[in-house]
């Protein structure tokens, strides 16, 4: 859901010319990074927070946050197998075709080759924590929805 609106710093309550702009639709589509530039360029004191689309969000508004949606496979997925496979019996564990999918698309392209697999969404900037067996990374990236005032 995008929402825009004129944020008023203005004690009176009053809009003034010095009106800030609160929502970026020109961003949707490229990495996260170069969003958060021509975000930064026209509100330099903006609070950038990536996130997943659909993440949960609470609803407090504030003035200096940004939310910056994001749901594009940007690297290729890779199972880490802790444990070796019997011969023979090797399974997938690369999933390049993903990259350029939204994570719904992909999460359901890598669950019919490895059916077990935990599939983690990280977004730019998130920490990665240690290996875990049958888990399999989504890296995303690139704007989903337009990025607003929150």
Known sequence: MS??????????????????????????GLPVEEAEKVIKKDMPEANIVVLASGSPVTYDLRSDRVRIFVDTVVRTPQAELLLLEPAGCEKKSSWPEVVGLRVEEAKAAILKD?????IEVLTPGEPVTKDQHNRVRLFIDTVAETPFVA
């Open 3 to 28: 929402m825009s609106f004129v944020v008023d710093d203005n004690a009176s309550g009053g809009f003034t010319a010095g009106e800030k702009k609160t929502s970026w639709p020109e961003v949707v």
């Open 114 to 118: 490895k059916p077990d697999a935990y």
